[in-house]
Structure formats: C-alpha cells, structure tokens
C-alpha cells in the first residue's frame, strides 16, 4: 500500500511557477512509476506527466511540453512538478497517482492516488 500526499499548489499569475510535491509513504515508491493528472471544472482528468520508476521514461501532454517538469527523488519518496510559464488553462486540481507505468498513464483506479492539490492561475 503506497499513501501520496500533494502540496505546493496555490495562486500563480500567467508566466509565474509553481512546484508541486508527492511525497509517498513507506519503501514501496520507488517501485513504481508516477504520474501527475490534472481535472479542471467541468472537464475530464487528464494525464499532464508521467515518470517511469527509475526515471528512463518520462510522458509529458502536448499542452505542457517544454513548460512542465516531472521529476523524482526516490530517496526522499517524493516526486515533483515543475510548473513554469503557467498559463489560465493549467487552472486545475492536479492529482499524483503512482503504480505500473500504463496503469499510471492510463489513470487507472487500480494506482494509488493522492487527494489533489488547487492550482490557480490568475492576474
């Protein structure tokens, strides 16, 4: 059983960065690979980054391409996004999940899921 927890969202403007964390319990985490959703009002969760669980593979969306930075510390259990250029549309609740790399692209229920953190994006 893998428990992730989110921070690091908050209040951005356009152009601004945020980096969120995912800090995952127990010795499991680096087991797994990890993902990074997003799910704003009224739309679909959708996959923004994913990270293979030594970090040879790396999945990001089109919309975040070159903007976004997925990483990991398996060290510390922890993984991160980088967010940068922030644009209205990043505006969403984003969510990590950790488990098997198609699983975790896929979004599946079957990954362990943290409870999202707001991100906004503002002037």
């Known amino acids: 059983q893998v428990q992730l927890v989110e921070s690091g969202g908050g209040l951005a403007q356009p152009g601004g960065s945020l980096r969120l964390s995912c800090t995952a319990s127990?010795?499991?985490?680096?087991?797994?690979?990890v993902g990074w959703h997003r799910q704003a009002p009224g739309k679909q969760r959708e996959l923004v980054a994913a990270?293979?669980?030594?970090?040879?593979?790396?999945n990001y969306s089109d919309s975040v391409k070159g903007r976004f930075t997925i990483s990991r510390d398996n060290a510390k259990s922890t993984a991160y996004l980088q967010m940068n250029n922030l644009e209205p549309n990043d505006t969403a609740i984003y969510y990590c999940?950790?488990?098997?790399?198609?699983?975790?692209?896929?979004?599946?229920?079957?990954?362990?899921w943290g409870q999202g953190t707001q991100v906004t994006v503002s002037s």
């Open positions: 999940n950790s488990g098997r790399w198609q699983e975790v692209l896929n979004g599946d229920d079957s990954t362990f």
């Open positions: 127990g010795s499991l985490f680096k087991l797994f690979a």
């Open positions: 990270l293979s669980n030594y970090g040879g593979t790396i």
